[in-house]
Every structure is written in structure tokens, then in C-alpha cells.
């Protein structure tokens, strides 16, 4: 499944070699290796490769902030997931290993507690690094993770209105409407802010949205109301027999009639029109998250030497 992958080049990050065989935690040295540049890692989930405002797959989405991404710096459309589950594809692109590899299959796989996650390479190299948001690798956990100097998570999927983060081992309940997305945002915003200004950094920020059940910012419900999602003339030809006129197999309407399949996603007959409206009203929000980085960075003086990444973990088929 084609995944989300662009680059805004505000500079180059210097790519090095590593062997994890021969020396754990040892970056390759690189000669006439510039100024360590800064790096901030944005990923997002179940976010589908086309729900972009640029892309012009839904005509009325709107995704400014991802859109100068992609004019700005360089779009990988062709980027593709491994495996295409949370917990798999986030391990690797933690370790930049396949899953058969690292051993987390699923979503349920634990972490078999021997891998190394590249922020701990970021780490030896003098990086400050800090973590925010939704892990989600092999068990519910939220405790602090190796590789992070600064921690911010929740248990498992988390909840999109007033939740609970684990910071640094300390639990804390948020109220008052409070919205992850935003919260995530804010606290990401604050630690830039506090952080030890001669050393460079690492920020990774990983959205719960947009999984399901989509959720957006009060500020953004109803901004797409009433306008309609164009369906593939295949869309009710697994909710009858059409399928059998084709010679389709059955597999195909058990797999559509199922916790991801368009005619049961979730096990729930949705108004699917409504349900595409919310998912790209709960996208709003990290599309104003993505904007509020990019913000903070040219306000500090810091878009000069700073690489932002965003991703999707593993893409969404809608059925």
C-alpha cells in the first residue's frame, strides 16, 4: 500500500552509514561533514496518499500547510509501506528494518526489547531529542522509550478529547475540551522553545488522527458539510451479487464485508459520505499542526538549517 512521504528541504540533513553488527552506536564519520542540521519528523495515522489538497483526488480538500510541503521541498509518490499495519510499519521506520526482521508482525507483536531506534544513533552524535504523541508498537504501554531525552505518550490508541500523557514517567489528566492534536502541537512548540539552544535537535510528533473513529476540532466540524465524495462505479458491487456477474472470487466480498471492508468498515454500516467528511475534518487539524511548525521555525530563525519530514504510517484503502 502506497504510503505518505514528503520532504520540505529547509537543508539537507547529511546521510551516514552505520553498521549495527560491528558497532551498536557509532555513526560513520563523514569529512568535511557541515553543521549538524536539525530534524523534525511528523507522522500521522491511517493518513491515505491521495487526501492531500494537491493531489486534486477530492476536489474540496483543503491542505495548505501540506501543499507548501510539497511545492516547497520534494513529494515521494511513490512511496511504499512494508507492511501495512500501525505497529509494523512503526518499527520500521524506527530501526529501518522489515518486520519479519524486528518481529513486531502485528499489532498485537510485542517488542522483543533488543531493538535500537535511530534517535538513540542521534543521541551519541550529541542530538537533543524528544518524542510526542502516539507509539503504539506491540503492547499499550505509554513509558518512556530509548533514544529520547524527552517523552510525551499515551496507552495504545489514545482518545482525541482530554487525555492522559505519560511525560517523562508522569501521568497527566487533560480537560476542558482539550484536543490532542492541538495539545500534541503545543507541548511539541514548547519543548523547541526550552530546549538547549547550542545543540541541534530531533523532534519526532506523532498524531493520533487520523484513526478511527474520526474526531475533528470543534473549530472544523462542518467545514466540509454537505459536499459529496465522488465513489468508483465498483463501490455497490460487493453490497449485492453484481460481484458474481464479474467472476470475482468471494474472498474479495468477505474481505469487503469485513473490520476494514467498505461494506462493514468497522463493523458498522456507515453513511459513507459522511464518514469521508470526517476524516478530512480530523485532518484539518494536523494540517494546521504541520503549519504551526513550520511557523515556529521561520518566526526563530531556524528554516534555514532545519529538515521537516512528514509521513503517513501505513496509508488507508477505505475497503
Not at 491542505?63 to 499495519?85: I, W
Not at 509494523?88 to 524486528?102: D, F, K, M, N
Not at 513509558?143 to 505519560?166: A, C, I, M, T
Amino acid at each position: 500500500m502506497k504510503y505518505i512521504a514528503f520532504l520540505l528541504f529547509l537543508n539537507i540533513l547529511p546521510l551516514v552509514g552505520f553498521s549495527q553488527k560491528s558497532n551498536p552506536l557509532k555513526l560513520a564519520s563523514i569529512k568535511n561533514n557541515p553543521a549538524k542540521r536539525n530534524v523534525i519528523f511528523i507522522l500521522s495515522d491511517d493518513h491515505r496518499n491521495d487526501f492531500m489538497g494537491f493531489t486534486k483526488r477530492v476536489p474540496w480538500l483543503k491542505t495548505p500547510n501540506m501543499d507548501k510541503m510539497a511545492k516547497d521541498g520534494a513529494y515521494f509518490k511513490n512511496a511504499f509501506v512494508t507492511t501495512s499495519l500501525c505497529s509494523p510499519s512503526r518499527a520500521s521506520i524506527l530501526t529501518g528494518q522489515y518486520s519479519h526482521v524486528h518481529t513486531v508482525v502485528d499489532n498485537q507483536a510485542p517488542d522483543p526489547e533488543n531493538l535500537i531506534f535511530f534517535p538513540q544513533y542521534l543521541q551519541k552524535a550529541g542530538y537533543q531529542t524528544s518524542f510526542f504523541g502516539k507509539w503504539h508498537m506491540g503492547d499499550e504501554s505509554d513509558r518512556p522509550r530509548p533514544g529520547f531525552d524527552h517523552w510525551e505518550s499515551f496507552k495504545g490508541q489514545g482518545v482525541y478529547w482530554n487525555p492522559e500523557l505519560n511525560i517523562n514517567g508522569t501521568e497527566i489528566q487533560y480537560g476542558d475540551s482539550t484536543y490532542i492534536t492541538d495539545l500534541l502541537t503545543g507541548h511539541a512548540i514548547t519543548w523547541l522553545e526550552k530546549r538547549d539552544k547550542k545543540k541541534p535537535f530531533f523532534l519526532y510528533l506523532s498524531h493520533k488522527a487520523v484513526h478511527e473513529p474520526w474526531q475533528p476540532a470543534k473549530r472544523h466540524r462542518g467545514m466540509y458539510k454537505n459536499l459529496e465524495y465522488a465513489l468508483p462505479s465498483s463501490f455497490y458491487q460487493t453490497s449485492n451479487n453484481d460481484y458474481k456477474n464479474l467472476n470475482w472470487p468471494q474472498w474479495v466480498k468477505n474481505q469487503r464485508f469485513s473490520w476494514h471492508g467498505v461494506d462493514f468498515m468497522y463493523h458498522e454500516h456507515k453513511d459513507f459520505q459522511q464518514y469521508i467528511r470526517n476524516y478530512c475534518e480530523t485532518l484539518a487539524g494536523v494540517d494546521e499542526s504541520i503549519g504551526s511548525v513550520l511557523e515556529y521555525l521561520r518566526a526563530n530563525g531556524l528554516d534555514q538549517n532545519t529538515l521537516v519530514i512528514y509521513m503517513g504510517d501505513n496509508g488507508f484503502s477505505f475497503g
